[in-house]
């Protein structure tokens, strides 16, 4: 079993949609939740960050972590065109970055 | 120069061949690492290294080499490249080789070994 798991899509909504993009993840020493955007043949870039349960909204994207259930979430609201990318969850432990593992990403289109 | 660049773009290299990806960041990060990304697999680290002077091995360092002569340059070598090595490489940076810190991602190179 991967330490996370992230549903690999694609995922294809029309614009205005609520999208929900999820990981799973095994380790409960796990403490700090990622989320990055990658655009097509481009590096990643970190979109939200959290370290405890609970939500955490920043304008259209709300992160949502259950450490209980072992289960984190990205919410877009009114999705538009431009948030058409792949999302990685990225989740760690301890300090050291190196223990920084990430989901294998959920491609997602948004239908103008 | 702003962020982090790669060097080549993309390549196509013969098995057993020797090849050098470079990497090179502006923003006088600690923190330097290599990933290989494939399909199905996310984001895997190949090489860190938190400060000059310092590498170590991340998850799958098998094949690959790194060196950090200046705070700058991070290259990453295949010294006898297999096909099973054919993948994007992505550079990253960060202040410090802590999880909390935000790291920072080049273009990428895509590489093809036949």
Known sequence: ?112 | IAGITQAPTSQILAAGRRMTLRCTQDMRHNAMYWYRQDLGLGLRLIHYSNTAGTTGKGEVPDGYSVSRANTDDFPLTLASAVPSQTSVYFCASSRAGVSTDTQYFGPGTRLTVL
């Open chain 1, 1 to 112: 079993q991967k330490e996370v798991e992230q549903d690999p899509g694609p995922l294809s909504v029309p614009e205005g949609a609520i999208v929900s993009l999820n990981c799973t993840y095994s380790n409960s020493a796990f403490q700090y939740f990622m989320w990055y955007r990658q655009y097509s043949r481009k590096g990643p870039e970190l979109l939200m960050y959290t370290y405890s349960s609970g939500n955490k909204e920043d304008g259209r994207f709300t992160a949502q972590v259950d450490k209980s259930s072992k289960y984190i979430s990205l919410f877009i609201r009114d999705s538009q065109p431009s948030d058409s990318a792949t999302y990685l969850c990225a989740i760690g432990s301890s300090g050291s970055a190196r223990q920084l593992t990430f989901g294998s990403g959920t491609q997602l289109t948004v239908l103008p």
